[in-house]
């Protein structure tokens, strides 16, 4: 999953594994799915990242290389909430790990990437102040990343690819793209269950609502000592 900062377009790839060559080639591909110049990687500290294919990579197509702090989510703080709204939103939590899935899950990222891109607007944080405990954030206008990137950002658009986006934009249907994705995922999901990995997730706090599985307490009696004795 990668996302732009400035006019959040995100775009998103399945790789069959976290090597650093397989990662490398999907970069590529994330590369050319945005459309504009891809001019800086910045990552996490994971290994299929922190590699010298990928340092490679960037270095023979002149893109800026830089990482987070280990330890410090909020480096990756726009991604992070991109994994959550585009990523687990629509392929869930389940493990795909055949080819069939593979080819369904790279056939509904660009669907995705349509139906977030081009119609779903997005708010972005002007200000943040905090007085005492009290912490107060104002926010921008809501806007697709098309919006932004053709207002904001034209120069950075190529007059074909706007061409295109526009085109893209005017035609498509957005309620049949929602179709399309919901397809996929009954595809993706019937494949989970004939696995027979579909199970209802336990909630955090089971052990407690269920009474019945904690352990009985007993008080101690007036005249009986609390505290372990300790020897002279």
């Known amino acids: ?18 090597g650093e060559r397989i990662v490398s080639a999907g970069l590529d591909q ?14 996490d500290n994971g290994s299929e990242f ?38 687990r939103h629509a392929a869930g939590y389940y493990r795909y790990d055949t080819p069939r899935e593979l080819e369904l ?17 997005q708010q972005k944080l002007k200000t943040k102040t905090r007085q005492g405990a009290k912490v107060t954030k104002t926010y921008d206008k809501a806007a697709t990343p098309l919006t932004r990137l053709t207002r904001d950002h034209p120069g950075l658009l190529h007059p074909v690819d706007a061409h295109v ?12 793209v929602r179709r399309d994705i919901d397809l996929i995922q009954a595809n993706l999901l019937e494949l989970a269950r004939r696995r027979g990995i579909i199970t209802t997730r336990r909630k955090a706090n089971a052990t407690y609502l269920n009474r019945t599985k ?13 505290k372990r004795t300790t020897r002279a």
């Open 1 to 18: 999953n990668a996302t732009d900062i400035a006019t959040g377009w995100t775009e998103a790839i399945t790789v069959h594994s976290k």
């Open 30 to 43: 994330l590369r050319l799915a945005f459309p504009f110049a891809v001019r800086g990687v910045h990552s």
């Open 50 to 87: 922190i590699n010298h294919h990928l340092l490679n990579w960037t270095s023979d197509r002149e893109i800026t290389f830089t990482r987070g702090r280990p330890n410090h989510k909020n480096d990756q703080a726009h991604i992070e909430q991109k994994n959550w709204t585009v990523v």
């Open 105 to 121: 899950l790279n056939t509904m990222w660009p669907l995705i990437s349509r139906l977030h891109n081009l119609f779903t607007p």
């Open 165 to 176: 986006l526009t085109h893209e934009h005017t035609n498509l249907n957005p309620a049949q």
């Open 214 to 226: 904690m352990p009985t307490t007993t008080r101690a009696s007036s005249n009986e000592a609390t």
